[in-house]
């Protein structure tokens, strides 16, 4: 059974700095990643998606890496703002297909100080 | 574009109540999925469409949760006799061609 989980579980830091979030999930039979950004009280927003064959994706000040075979994968966010401030999720899909239902770790829930 | 709506954005209900929420996908968009979000955790999966059919309903908790799509775009999760412990945020995603899933911004249901 696929497992997820995020460390830390909050983190506080100020403005300015650089920092790393980290997922990790038990069966490495995965299609793809998929990371989330969830502000108080609101839905998900899609973040980056890495698929399987890939080792990183970029999005502006954020980069995700993916290593499969050690069941890892780290979302770092450069020069962090205020605005960054929210709960950060990993997923992956539940039975190994590239659709079908979404396995989500806890969350990470970043405060960055001004 | 349009992305996913879900309505009502808040339901407060009575214990015992059946309540209706709807979620309406981003056009064109062939795959929708109901999961549900308790307080820091999160979202756990309910319900995948493909199209008019649920193809995985696994993660529905029990035959008070049903869920059903006729024409293959918007989506209804119906709940009877509601219990406290259903309270939660009700989150509905779709997705098209491409793996990634696009949420809605959710309904927070509390039963009293």
């Known amino acids: 059974k696929q497992e997820v989980t995020q460390i830390p579980a909050a983190l506080s830091v100020p403005e300015g700095e650089n920092l790393v979030l980290n997922c990790s999930f038990t069966?490495?039979?995965?299609?793809?990643l998929q990371w989330f950004r969830q502000d108080p009280g609101k839905g998900l927003t899609s973040l980056l998606l890495?698929?399987?064959?890939?080792r990183e994706q970029t999005s502006g000040r954020l980069n995700a890496s993916l290593d499969k075979s050690s069941g890892r994968s780290t979302l770092y966010i450069a020069a962090s703002q205020p605005g960054d401030s929210a709960t950060y999720l990993c997923a992956v899909p539940g039975y190994g297909g590239s659709q079908g239902n979404l396995i989500f770790g806890k969350g990470t829930k970043l405060s960055v100080k001004p | 574009g349009a992305g996913v709506s879900q309505t009502p954005s808040n339901k407060v209900t009575e214990k015992g109540k059946y309540v209706e929420l709807r979620c309406d996908p981003i056009?064109?968009?062939?795959?929708l999925y109901w999961y549900r979000q308790s307080l820091g955790q999160g979202p756990e999966f309910l319900i995948y469409?493909?199209?008019?059919?649920?193809?995985?309903d696994s993660g529905l908790p029990n035959d008070r949760f049903f869920a059903v799509r006729p024409e293959g775009s918007v989506s209804t999760l119906k709940i009877q006799r509601t219990e406290r412990g259903d309270s939660a945020m009700y989150l509905c995603?779709?997705?098209?061609?491409?793996?990634?899933?696009?949420f809605g911004p959710g309904t927070r249901l509390t039963v009293l």
């Open positions: 056009s064109g968009h062939t795959a």
């Open positions: 069966d490495s039979a995965i299609y793809n």
């Open positions: 469409f493909q199209g008019t059919g649920a193809a995985d």
């Open positions: 890495i698929q399987s064959s890939q």
């Open positions: 995603a779709s997705s098209g061609r491409g793996d990634t899933q696009y």
